[in-house]
């Protein structure tokens, strides 16, 4: 069964380093997303992302944060200057159009110390 | 916007007694609903899910969930559990005033089984 796939699993960096995430979709899926889980509490969508724009942002989603579909099978979350409060769990979703479900990578547990 | 409430943050229940872990969701157009699980550590992990039909929606590991419109309501059963269903489990919604393409979740449920 077709999933999305994220590396790596786990991301250690320093403060104030890029850092960059990134998501392979299912293969036919036209849509992508990123959404947030900091530990101890629920996950929060961050950016969604069709035709190689963005297509809605949260709050979180600031100047830090960019999202980037370099070839035909990545996408990417790149976090500029990283913070301890960056620390979370990051995954990655896609679906095939925007009112389908979307489908959960396993996702990338970043550190930031 | 849309909104997921999961009144419960933790359950404790016996092994193989049922449970039911409670949801209810704010929208008054068409949503589709989800149930996650996660395990500690890991990744989100599709239990069930409701998009149209059938009220009734039997997923993974024994647990189904019966959609009620009428009083928003998502609720998550199983008749018997296991210690393995130990995990938090994440009520989801999609559609309605927030669009397909956003998933809002709700705090999370940690079931304990207690042996």
């Known amino acids: 069964e077709p999933e999305v796939t994220q590396t790596p699993s786990h991301q250690v960096t320093q403060m104030g380093q890029e850092v960059i995430l990134r998501c392979v979709p299912i293969?036919?899926?036209?849509?992508f997303y990123w959404y947030r889980q900091i530990l101890g509490q629920k996950v929060e969508f961050l950016v969604s992302?069709?035709?190689?724009?963005?297509?809605?942002k949260s709050e979180i989603f600031d100047d830090q944060f960019s999202v980037e579909r370099p070839d035909g099978s990545n996408f990417t979350l790149k976090i500029r200057s990283t913070k301890l409060e960056d620390s979370a769990m990051y995954f990655c979703?896609?679906?095939?159009?925007?009112?389908?479900?979307?489908?959960f990578g396993q996702g990338t547990r970043l550190t930031v110390v | 916007a849309q909104s997921v409430t999961q009144l419960d943050s933790q359950v404790p229940v016996f092994e193989e007694a049922p449970v039911e872990l409670r949801c209810n969701y704010s929208?008054?157009?068409?949503?589709?609903l989800f149930w996650y699980v996660q395990y500690p550590n890991q990744g989100l992990q599709l239990l069930l899910k409701?998009?149209?039909?059938?009220?009734l929606v039997k997923g993974i590991n024994g647990f189904e969930a019966e959609f009620n419109k009428s009083q928003t309501s998502f609720h998550l059963r199983k008749p018997s559990v296991h210690i393995s269903d130990t995990a938090e489990y994440f009520c989801?919604?999609?559609?309605?005033?927030?669009?397909?393409?956003?998933?809002?979740f709700g705090t999370g449920t940690k079931l304990q089984v207690i042996p």
């Open positions: 929208s008054s157009v068409s949503v589709y």
């Open positions: 293969s036919n899926h036209l849509y």
């Open positions: 989801a919604v999609s559609g309605g005033s927030g669009g397909y393409q956003k998933v809002t």
């Open positions: 409701y998009l149209s039909g059938s009220t």
């Open positions: 992302f069709y035709n190689n724009e963005i297509s809605e």
């Open positions: 979703a896609s679906s095939v159009s925007g009112n389908t479900e979307a489908f």
